[in-house]
């Protein structure tokens, strides 16, 4: 799996400053399961390093990437390397920004003033933009926001949920393969947004004029958009009282009540999802059910990385 990564995050010496902003997370943790590609679109497009800062400055008609006195413009050549970029990568499962940076920041970047009194942090990294408008469905997120566990669990089952997706296409894709895909994330959609699970049913099930190909392209936007939501407790406990629907005619009394109690613990903040989500598997295993067990729910992203320990 590759992911896009800005590569001061990587740990490389390519700010302004001659520093960087390594992640721990990604260096450390993350490497194991993907290959990053490391891009510093500075450096790509000929500035030094160690280099004088640059800054989105807004003009009035335009907001141009230049030092803050104005001087060494890079507003084009950064926005036509993000484009070269965006249109070469079409195989990668996400990207991860640096944040604030004028080039790579996803959002809250300063924009100045021309006349160089005040800033408001409203703008979006040149870079970062173009990668972003030529995919809405690519999965990206700032390597700070990572630290966050709940949005470092999101991220990451985004981006395996995506390398699916994009070995799906690579197969070959047709109307069976995208209901069969949609019935094993069904109940991942599900644990984040209630209203998009019920939109991608309807889409793949009403009679379409659409080729596979814009079906397929409507169908992943809506599933990335829908998995951007945080899953919930509520969600989550909805998503688990689903599953334990499937176990009804084989727990016995006891056993039914271990698992409500289960769900009612993490419900009420008491236990981790982990605590609910191995029982289900316990079961599963005695009671084997082939639709379930493919459900990418179960295991969205490799137990290993320890995601779902600390919620």
Known sequence: MKIGISACVMGQNVRFDGGHKRSVFCTEQLS??????????????????????????????????????GSQDVTQAITQYGKDIANI???????????????????????????GKGSSATGIGL???????????????????????????????????????????????NKHKLITFHSQVKYL?????????????????????????????????????ALRHLASKKSHTNTLQHLQGYFKKHLNKNKRAELSKAIASYRKGLTPLLVPLTLIKHYLLEFPNEYLSQQA?????PETLKLRYGY
């Open 189 to 225: 959609v599900l644990s984040h947004h209630l209203e998009s699970y019920r939109k991608l049913g309807q889409l793949l099930g009403t009679k379409s004029t659409l080729s596979i190909e814009q079906l397929g392209e409507k169908y992943i936007l809506l599933l990335m958009n």
């Open 32 to 69: 194991e399961y993907v290959q990053f590609n490391p891009i510093c679109p500075e450096v790509a497009v000929g500035l030094p390093t160690p280099r004088k800062s640059i800054r989105q400055i807004d003009k009035g008609a335009q907001v141009f990437l230049s030092r803050p006195d």
């Open 89 to 115: 990568c079409t195989d990668l499962a996400g990207f991860i920004f640096c944040a604030k940076s004028p080039t790579c920041g996803m959002e809250r970047v300063k924009i100045y003033h021309h006349h």
């Open 127 to 173: 870079f970062a933009r173009q990668i972003m408008e030529a995919n809405p469905a690519l999965p990206v997120e700032e390597s700070g926001r990572l630290n966050d566990p709940l949005l470092r669990e999101n991220f990451i089952t985004r981006i395996f949920t995506y390398q699916k997706w994009l070995t799906l296409k690579a197969n070959g894709l």
């Open 297 to 301: 729910y179960l295991n969205p992203h």
